[in-house]
């Protein structure tokens, strides 16, 4: 019998109609001959509601304390959703991440998965129960709770289905798949039906956040299937897999976009080599991302530095680099109305020119582009925040990516 992991997300339980429909899915599933088990994500807003509520309490809780009280919202999910199973006749049991062997580093509220063991998920497959794990949590090796990040229940389901060498892990949400731009910008977006890891990768973490890029990551290290699907309908939605290359007949798959941005520019920087290191060492020891990054102006003595960092770490980076700045003569200047517009596609590799049609499609909109950056799989674009919903469709259009 073939074991399928299941994943729930908190839209798909957030109250006790859709536990009961998660329910009928399930039992559904085993009906078909097949061993179950799923991963659940804490109900609708309830995670949000807890961070909040602990804000009530302190401005910065102890992040152990913090993983204490937020793993208490898959609680709750996982044990509503074996009571409706239990309604609907069948064995079933729910399990916390630690009983599930999750086993996770000590890094609260950001913990990564380190071993699964899978003993007592296994043994009660094989008493022929239904299986339902909290998503997002896990235990220390000296018991201590901690959580994943958020959106980690992707990467608990994940990790569950490579560990039990599971058949696929289907990830139940509530869009029908991965579509090649955001629906809600551009109405000819079309589903995609099969999408490589990497590409997958690229486009979680470009902004299509419709799996922790995490997840991903493990499910391509351990050739995990992922589907992507609704839980609302029957659909086949999209199959995230290792692709062929003979399979590949476009270049661009889908157009990501993220405005969670903000662009910082130093100009009258001393052009010594030394200025990248020092500047992006004070950044990374700060734990800041940086994102995009060009340097200009490399004839003359003096140069300009720009980077693009995530919209919360704003204040951070600049406080970095005000510190490394000091009394030195630089300017900093800082922009938020900026977003970053992206294409992604393996075929690319084989495909020359695909950034010269990006920035044609762009410029016959009078869209600018401030920064560039690209991989062997992806070419994305700083433009204006006010056009960048305009510079998604004329990319989409340009690789004639619709319906
Ligand atoms: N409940 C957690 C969150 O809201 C984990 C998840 O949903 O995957 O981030
Ligand atoms: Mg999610």
Known sequence: MAIIVQKYGGSSVADSEKIRTVARRIVRTVQEGQKVVAVVSAQGKTTDALIEQARTISKDPPKREMDMLLATGEQISISLLAMAIDALGYPVISLTGAQGGIVTDTQYTKARIRAVDSARIKKELDKGCIVIVAGFQGITSSNDITTLGRGGSDTTAVAVAAALGA??????????????????????????????????????SLGAIILQPRAVEVAAAHGVPIHVRSSFSQETGTIIKE?????????????????NCVKITLTDVPNDVNVLSYVFSALAEEAINVDMIVQTGTAGRVTALTFTVAREDREAALRTVAKIKGDQQWQVLCDEEVAKVS???????????????MFSALNGKNIPVFVVSTSEIKVSCLVPRSAYQEAVRACHDEFSLGE
């Open 243 to 259: 692709v062929k290359s003979v399979e590949r007949v476009i270049s661009v798959t889908g157009v990501a976009s993220d405005d």
């Open 343 to 357: 294409i992604v596609g393996a075929g690319m590799m084989t495909n020359p020119g695909v950034a010269a049609r």
């Open 167 to 204: 058949e696929v892990c289907e990830i139940y949400t509530d869009v029908e798949g991965v579509y090649t731009a955001n629906p809600r910008m551009v109405p000819t977006a079309r589903k995609i039906s099969q999408v490589d890891y990497c590409e997958m990768l690229e486009l979680a």
